[in-house]
């Protein structure tokens, strides 16, 4: 499975907040923005019905961490 990255635009008091909900959740802002990511995938998929396709909301994409 490939890792792609994505770059967006956020207002930096909204990066501060995300950054604050994320520690508070014990994970990175790049892990909580794929929490979120994938719940609105789910949340999308339960009211709409399966997007077809090879990758489910419900798998880890996060990549392995370096040594």
């Given at each position: 499975?490939?890792?792609?990255?994505?770059?967006?635009?956020?207002?930096?008091?909204?990066?501060?907040?995300?950054?604050?909900?994320?520690?508070?959740?014990?994970?990175?802002?790049n892990?909580?923005?794929?929490?979120?990511?994938?719940?609105?995938?789910?949340?999308?998929?339960?009211?709409?019905?399966?997007?077809?396709?090879s990758?489910?909301?419900?798998?880890?994409?996060?990549?392995a961490?370096?040594?």
């Open positions: 499975m490939a890792i792609k990255s994505v770059s967006i635009r956020i207002e930096e008091e909204m990066l501060e907040k995300l950054g604050y909900v994320a520690d508070y959740e014990g994970r990175s802002v892990s909580h923005v794929l929490v979120l990511i994938r719940d609105s995938i789910k949340a999308f998929e339960q009211e709409h019905g399966a997007i077809e396709g990758i489910r909301p419900d798998v880890n994409v996060k990549p961490r370096k040594s």
